[in-house]
């Protein structure tokens, strides 16, 4: 067996850049070394160990540069809609409209990590009185002041409900910033009680189909506004399409993580499959080009399973990660001290299922909605957490904490509870920072013993 | 053979030699934890080969361990305290099903498998209110020593309730209790009662007994009455409980030596 391929430093890819420059690499149009987002703030890249592919370099760069593409559609004169909390479902059908761009303004609470705080944007947030008490995706607050980082979109939409009542918080602080915003309900998800029909959600889950109905009306007030925002009609044709486009994304990153997940060596790290994932809800803008960059990557995850390499040792400990970490690198941490990421959970496995093809869209919509994993309860949450562990042969689970997201307060040891008790695996529960810098010897101590505890 | 356990713990460092066959206590102690870990892990090492008249070239294997063990260069093997805890509690009260630790700035609970593996673990996050820390806020504040604490809060009639999850906060409830006339002996209890409470919390229920306490915390006299009443399960105390993370890291350092698994990195 081969030694596994190396993830490289910054430092590292510079190099690598220029060797594969030397050998022939085509580059999409925001192609380029990684070191100028560097050069633009995006420090946290100089801590960080990467993967060393062309693929890995291309889905990097298409992370990066999306505040440039949503720029260039504005000054293109493309309609622009910022979609909040929903996680997946706003985003295909603002895609469905032609010239019409959607992105998540709450992905902004990723930017305090990236520029290791040298974008100020929670000193913002602090000033409006939404302090570090709040989630981290109060940096958004910051963006939409300094208009620094995203053109302010022309509508804004926001779930409410049984949603994050910090994003709630946030966004009606917002709302006074950035004009009105379209709030839309969503319900707490519940079972079905005697006497109401069921319906069987993506995902497994089900609920009354009132509550579907509901969804179905309110996604109904959301098409409304992007037809009158964009002068188009949202025809169910044109929604119809545009679930067809976005779930080839999603069947996609479905057969990424199977092969991520479940090869034998580990074929792609941890931070590449993060990033991934996270295209199946925002697309990054871009819902045709997210599909390339995941149809080159899926290349190079197919190439080194058939080949039997990997990105770490044979032997790595195969943890189930549950959440989104506000710090990237604990990715890096994890694969460090001897784990490999094998299934996950980042609070939106709803978005990487298949939506419906055979019903009608808006219903279609209103169900793979109402499977997002936060807008239930957290039992029914880790009772696909302890499916999807099965099925990936999971050794161990990691919940990471988000400081100040209220969601998750009791829900992580809720999860921990019925993991243990269902599946009998090891669960550690971490809290993760925008920065860990400071407490990285106390978060490598509790991921060591993790990995001690399953290697013993 | 002789094996060696460092524990570079973030208040003390504590040290186990061990004969590697037998699995002996040779010699044992601890000393304040300072800047120069390695320097001071190694003075303390070199202080206990000699009070037991062995010569330095018969360890031949050390295992550094606790929050302060990437700075233990001269170790062999580098594992985290949970799996040496396991370890040691594991040797000294072979039918232990729970451990919970509390040392100077974090606090553990571990729940073991029948073979004394570590099934489970917890710690403490964020704040010093669950730790030995708090003792020592109280202490100096009440200007008497650790040693005392038990025997004070053996006198409290009326523990005091102290409210608040972050230390700094608690601090300023002592104060405040102190100037309301509040017995410095139900002041102590209330901290103690604390302490267990947010261990307690961390346990969460399902706690399988037999329960041992152990870290340097398990050495204050009435903490252990104070975990019993906050679970509400009996507590043994872990024989010395300051070295149960070092002889751990021994003992693990003698499988080592001997070619068996261990969860080294």
């Known amino acids: ?456 | 053979m002789i094996c060696a356990g460092i524990d570079a713990g973030s208040r003390t460092i504590k040290v186990v030699l061990l004969e590697a066959e037998s699995l002996e206590v040779l010699a044992a102690g601890a000393m304040d934890q300072g800047v120069e870990q390695e320097a001071l892990a190694l003075e303390l090492l070199e202080r206990l080969l000699k009070g037991g008249g062995i010569e330095r070239a018969r360890v031949r294997a050390i295992v550094a361990t606790g929050y302060g063990r990437k700075l233990i260069r001269v170790a062999d093997a580098m594992i985290t305290e949970i799996t040496c805890q396991a370890w040691g509690v594991h040797h000294r009260v072979p039918g232990a099903q729970t451990i919970i630790e509390i040392g100077g700035q974090d606090s553990k609970l571990l729940r073991l498998s029948a073979d004394g593996s570590v099934a489970d673990f917890a710690m403490n996050d964020r704040c010093a209110a669950g730790t030995g820390r708090f003792l020592e806020v109280l202490a100096a504040r009440l200007g008497v020593r650790l040693a005392r604490l038990g025997d004070m809060a053996g006198q409290s009639r009326k523990p005091a309730i102290i409210s608040s999850m972050c230390i700094v906060f608690a601090e300023t409830e002592i104060i405040g209790l102190l100037a309301s006339g509040t017995l410095p002996e139900d002041i102590v209890a209330g901290v103690q009662a604390s302490i267990a409470t947010r261990v307690a919390a961390m346990a969460g229920r399902n706690l399988s007994s037999p329960v041992v306490f152990t870290g340097g915390v398990a050495m204050v006299p009435g903490m252990d009455a104070a975990l019993e009443a906050a679970l509400g399960k009996p507590v043994t105390v872990a024989p010395q409980p300051q070295l149960t993370g070092a002889l751990g890291a021994a003992i693990l350092a003698a499988r080592r030596l001997k070619g068996l698994k261990t969860p080294a990195l």
């Open chain 1, 1 to 456: 067996m081969s030694n596994p391929l190396p993830r490289i430093t910054l430092d590292q890819w510079d190099r690598r850049y220029a060797e594969l420059r030397d050998a022939g690499l085509r580059e999409p149009f925001y192609g380029g070394p990684l070191r100028r987002h560097v050069e633009e703030g995006d420090r946290r890249l100089l801590k960080l160990r990467m993967d060393g592919s062309a693929a890995a370099l291309r889905l990097w760069n298409f992370l990066l540069t999306e505040e440039d593409r949503l720029h260039r559609a504005r000054a293109e004169g493309k309609k622009i809609v910022g979609a909040m909390k929903d996680l997946g479902t706003v985003p295909v059908m603002a895609f469905s409209l032609p010239d019409v761009v959607a992105f998540y303004p709450d992905g902004a609470w990723w930017t305090p990590c990236m520029m290791e705080s040298g974008d100020g944007l929670l000193r913002i947030a602090d000033g409006l009185g939404i302090d570090e008490s709040f989630c981290p995706v109060r940096a958004m607050l910051g963006a939409f002041v300094n208009r620094a980082h995203f053109p302010i979109p022309g509508l804004l939409t926001c779930s409410v409900g049984a949603t994050c009542d910090d994003l709630s918080a946030i966004a009606q602080r917002l709302e006074d910033l950035a004009g009105p915003i379209l709030w839309w309900e969503m319900p707490h998800r519940r079972r079905a009680e005697p006497g109401e029909d069921a319906v069987l959600l993506p995902g497994g889950f089900t609920a009354p189909a009132g509550q579907v109905a509901l969804v179905r009306s309110e996604l109904g007030r959301v098409r409304e506004a992007l037809e009158a925002y964009a002068a188009e009609p949202l025809s169910d044709e044109r929604l119809a399409a545009g679930i067809r486009r976005a779930n080839r994304v999603r069947r996609l990153l479905a057969e990424l993580r199977r092969l991520a997940f479940t090869a034998d060596r580990c074929p792609v790290p941890a931070l590449e499959m993060l990033i991934a994932e996270m295209l199946a809800i925002h697309f990054c803008s871009d819902r045709q080009e997210s599909a390339e960059v995941l149809q080159e990557l899926l290349g190079e995850v197919k190439r080194r399973v058939e080949a039997g390499a990997g990105v770490l040792p044979a032997d790595a400990v195969r943890v189930f990660w549950v959440n989104p970490v506000a710090d990237l690198r604990v990715m890096n941490l994890l694969e460090d001290v001897g784990g490999r990421v094998c299934g996950t959970e980042y609070m939106f496995c709803h978005a990487l299922d298949p939506i419906p093809e055979d019903l009608p869209p808006m219903e279609a919509l209103a169900r793979i909605a109402l499977a997002d994993p936060m807008v239930g309860s957290p039992a029914d949450r880790a009772e696909r957490i302890c499916a999807d562990a099965r099925r990936f042969g999971a050794q161990a689970v990691v919940i990471s904490r988000i400081p100040g997201a209220s969601h998750c307060a009791l829900e992580g040891a809720v999860i921990k509870e019925i993991v243990a008790e269902r599946i009998g695996l090891c669960v550690v529960e971490v809290e993760v920072p925008p920065i860990t810098d400071a407490i990285e010897p106390t978060l490598r101590t509790r991921l060591e013993a993790l990995v001690e505890s399953v290697s013993q």
